[in-house]
């Protein structure tokens, strides 16, 4: 069953992933939309992180993420108003997807199901804005992507640390 799940994630993403990077060069409006999304599906998650966690250090680290990715969201859509673009209402679909295999996890399951998909979801978030700082066209949404980079490379790396925390266990 689980193989099952696995093979749905991976079709996901390839389509999602695959159709950003396809082009040469990031459009302001593509990196908003995606960006913003990014940062939904990281408050959705961490609000059910706070909701079925054990672990004192997932709840930390999913509150940090509620609040981090909600300032910066909130940075982005300002910015977007300023250039008519539009945000994401919705996380993206493949976010869509690993939150509800974690909402079938409860416990020590639900732990290390977070951290992983938190390497996960921050690695592909960190690969946008580096890509973002270095070919978006727009000065400021460029500025913002290169400013906004250094926090996301600390969560990435703070996931990591939870996972190795929160491995399998014999």
């Given at each position: 069953m689980m193989g099952i799940y696995k093979a749905f994630v991976a079709?996901?993403?390839?389509?999602?992933?695959?159709?950003?990077?396809?082009?040469?060069?990031?459009?302001?409006?593509?990196?908003?939309?995606?960006?913003s999304a990014k940062g939904i599906a990281e408050i959705e998650s961490g609000k059910l992180a706070l909701e079925k966690?054990?672990?004192?250090?997932?709840?930390?680290?999913?509150?940090?993420?509620?609040?981090?990715?909600?300032?910066?969201?909130?940075?982005?859509?300002?910015?977007?108003?300023?250039?008519n673009l539009e945000v994401a209402d919705e996380a993206e679909l493949m976010s869509k997807a690993k939150k509800w295999i974690l909402q079938l996890r409860e416990g020590e399951s639900f732990d290390e199901a977070y951290a992983k998909n938190q390497v996960a979801s921050h690695e592909n978030t960190v690969q946008l804005y580096r890509r973002a700082a270095q070919d978006l066209k727009d000065p400021e949404l460029k500025a913002f992507a290169g400013k906004t980079l250094p926090v996301l490379e600390h969560h990435w790396e703070e996931a990591r640390q939870l996972a190795a925390s929160h491995g399998k266990r014999d």
């Open positions: 079709s996901i993403l390839l389509a999602v992933f695959g159709s950003l990077y396809a082009a040469d060069t990031m459009e302001a409006d593509d990196f908003v939309d995606e960006a966690s054990t672990s004192s250090d997932i709840k930390a680290f999913a509150q940090q993420m509620v609040d981090e990715h909600t300032a910066t969201n909130e940075r982005l859509a300002q910015i977007a108003r300023s250039k």
